[in-house]
């Protein structure tokens, strides 16, 4: 199972990013990890295997330097449990930030295709290879926008997976898409929060938005929530 955490706000991103990875600790996990996007646009990133204390122990430095921010707690099914197969997972150019829960299940044939491409990997993880497949469709088509580079990277995929994304071009944009795990989207006032269930940011809000099957949420504090179905780009009301 696992967990996801993700911030756009007023708040410091860290402190609502830890705490709500210690309220899905009960779903189990063996590794924990942040990454904030920092006031100066550029990504801060601590990950650890262990508990959200570990992480805690080597991030508290990261306290009050953004706004917008994901975290992870990870149950491994690729990749042992380590420091280097924690989550987020960056892109080979550094600008794209991934949390996952779940399994891509064509990851090999994926990865073969990317490091064909020249792409390398830091991880054993399946993960790694989503965020470098958005990078990749970013890379051949620079008139893709960030969300639309999701999309097709999601579309050819197949497994389960509940995500947040971040780029460093994007500031102040999480983009979170889901098949076959949960997500939900807590609506504040000036804020947005994203977790695996309500109990990270029901202190905060009381009305959520449950993102359906097969659905995927660009969410930023100009533009609100938008969804669209990750098949067919179908904007959803
Ligand atoms: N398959 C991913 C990994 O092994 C995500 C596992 C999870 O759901 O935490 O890193």
């Given amino acids: 199972m696992c967990g996801i955490v993700g911030y756009t706000g007023f708040q410091d991103a860290y402190e609502i990013v830890i705490n709500g990875l210690r309220r899905l600790e009960y779903r189990g996990y ?11 646009k550029s990504f801060a990133v601590a990950k650890t295997k262990g508990k959200v204390d570990d992480l805690v122990g080597i991030s508290e430095d990261l306290k009050g330097i953004a706004h917008v921010g994901m975290g992870h707690t990870r149950w491994a ?14 892109s080979n150019d550094k600008k794209i930030a991934i949390v996952h829960n779940g399994i891509i299940e064509n990851y090999d044939t994926i990865k073969t295709m990317l490091i ?19 990078q990749y469709f970013m890379d051949i088509d620079y008139t893709l926008s960030f969300p ?3 999309r097709s990277a999601l579309n050819e995929v197949y497994g389960a997976y509940a995500i947040t994304v971040m780029h460093e071009d994007y500031p102040g944009i999480l983009i979170v898409g889901r098949l076959g795990s949960p997500l939900a989207i807590g609506l504040g006032d000036k804020e ?8 990270p940011f029901v202190e905060f809000t009381k009305e959520a938005i449950y993102l359906e099957e097969g659905h995927m949420a660009t969410i930023s504090l100009e533009n609100g929530v938008e969804i669209r179905s990750i098949k067919d780009n179908e904007k959803i009301t």
């Fill in 30 to 40: 063996d590794s924990a990890g942040i990454v904030l996007d920092k006031d100066d």
């Fill in 77 to 90: 099914t690729h990749g042992v449990p380590s420091d280097r197969n924690s989550h987020p997972h960056l």
């Fill in 116 to 134: 064909g491409k020249g792409f390398t990997f830091q991880s054993e993880t399946d993960t790694e290879v989503l965020v470098n497949l958005v």
């Fill in 148 to 150: 639309e580079a999701v």
């Fill in 192 to 199: 947005y929060f994203i977790a695996s269930d309500a109990s």
